[in-house]
């Protein structure tokens, strides 16, 4: 990787074997930190379909519209960040993206007095633009921080706490968002217009004090990342001839990893966003509970990134990547055919081969595209648009067929087109 980091000198000797520089490991763990934060923002949508399906009266198809507006934010505004962070710098466009998540988080309150769906979807809106520029930020910002052969590592390692925050997310918006209250739709019909009205309205509120709590966490974050020393990462000066005058389109395995990173987040958005319905018309259980069993398959994602990190010491990033897209399209299958908890067990543990997916498919994209990183990532990050189009056609395909399970034939694809991916780089695929 031509990034030429200006903290070189600390990593000769055996200090090479350092995944960061010491003397950067505050500004390592702050960022590290933004993977966690924009995971519970991502979570958290999933626990919004089921209640905006409650509150607003959404079918599941016009509720994954949820996720459209949330990944339309990062498609619209990962290039425009990276423009931007060519000229401010990575911490600057670290606080940019804080300011934005926590004004969006901020709209919830007049969204759910309002009752509008189309306020929800522009507060989601800003929030996604937010967190565009922070995964722009991040992500090339991580891989930068230590010798180029342990990036993957390096990311994995720091979306890690992006899995512990995906994993906390249901749980703790299930407790707060969820009133465990649950109608019938002949319940619903036999109530007053008044009480319908109120039950509604006590449904869409309890979306407020969560949100509100959330954006004063994130400006609290952005006040410490401001007064945090950050270290200045200056791509190679002289870059490849290999790189030098190309277009960044000329680059294979950054195609490439266009189109698996739209596949693979589209995937893992389609599972995520119906899998409390999921586990309601499947195994039967009740919306606080489909809600932990989220989390605990978010708990097997988490996992999944520590024990990825550790395995990619023994296996090749790519060849892993090829096996884990092999498992998840597999799993996805039992969760089609299969009944009961048995297809629910194996939905759930397709979060564990899901796991090193997002960062790997990146490492490997980024890879020697020397002072074209930026410009790369943000290619990349754009590719989340997948989360915005796939869940919208799982839940039409559930609808159709009036049967979740036939939804996941989405993932299933989509994990295929990863495994292709995977095995196309462990062949050696690199630039044209």
């Not at 962070?85 to 969006?104: S, T």
């Not at 988080?105 to 309002?114: G, N, T």
């Not at 899998?275 to 988490?302: C, D, P, R, T």
Request: hydrophobic letters at 60%; charged letters at 10%.
């Amino acid at each position: 990787m031509a990034l030429a980091p200006q903290w070189t000198d600390e990593l000769s000797g055996s200090g090479q074997e350092l995944l960061v520089a010491r003397r950067y490991l505050i500004a390592f763990a702050l960022v590290t930190s933004l993977f966690f934060m924009w995971a519970v923002a991502n979570n958290f949508n999933d626990i919004l379909i089921k209640q905006f399906q409650k509150a607003l009266d959404l079918t599941r198809m016009h509720s994954g519209l949820v996720q459209t507006a949330f990944y339309l934010g990062y498609f619209t505004i990962a290039l425009p960040a990276g423009w931007v962070m060519l000229r401010v710098g990575y911490k600057n466009g670290i606080l940019i993206g804080l300011l934005l998540y926590a004004l969006g988080a901020l709209l919830f309150f007049p969204a759910a007095e309002s009752r509008t769906f189309g306020f929800f979807l522009i507060a989601l809106y800003v929030i996604a633009a937010g967190l565009a520029f922070l995964e722009t930020a991040a992500n090339p910002f991580i891989i930068a921080m230590g010798p180029a052969r342990t990036a993957a590592q390096r990311l994995n390692l720091a979306q890690s706490f992006n899995g512990f925050g995906g994993f906390i997310a249901p749980f703790i918006g299930g407790a707060l968002i969820f009133s465990g209250v649950e109608h019938s739709s002949a319940e619903l019909a036999a109530m007053s217009p008044a009480a319908l009205d109120a039950y509604r309205a006590s449904e869409a509120q309890a979306v407020q004090m969560p949100y509100l709590g959330l954006a004063a966490i994130v400006l609290t974050l952005a006040f410490v990342t401001w007064r945090v020393r950050f270290p200045q990462i200056a791509e190679d000066a002289a870059p490849t001839a290999d790189v030098q005058g190309r277009s960044i389109w000329a680059f294979r395995h950054l195609r490439w990893a266009v189109v698996a990173q739209f596949f693979y987040v589209g995937a893992q958005v389609s599972i995520w966003s119906y899998f409390i319905n999921f586990a309601q018309e499947i195994a039967g259980v009740g919306e606080k509970s489909a809600a932990h069993y989220l989390g605990f398959s978010l708990m097997a994602f988490m996992i999944g990134r520590f024990a990825g990190t550790a395995l990619m010491r023994l296996i090749a990033p790519a060849r892993m990547l090829a096996i884990y897209g092999a498992v998840a399209a597999a799993l996805c299958a039992v969760s089609i055919g299969a009944e009961g908890w048995s297809a629910l067990i194996a939905l759930g543990v397709t979060s564990f081969f899901m796991s090193i997916m997002f960062p790997t498919i990146f490492a490997l994209g980024v890879a020697d595209l020397g002072s074209k990183t930026k410009l790369g990532s943000s290619l990349i990050i754009m590719a989340i648009i997948g989360g915005a189009l796939f869940p919208p056609l799982a839940g039409l395909i559930a609808d159709r067929a009036d049967s979740i399970q036939a939804g996941m034939v989405v993932p299933l694809t989509s994990f295929l087109v990863v495994m292709l991916f995977g095995l196309r780089m462990s062949r050696g695929a690199r630039m044209v």
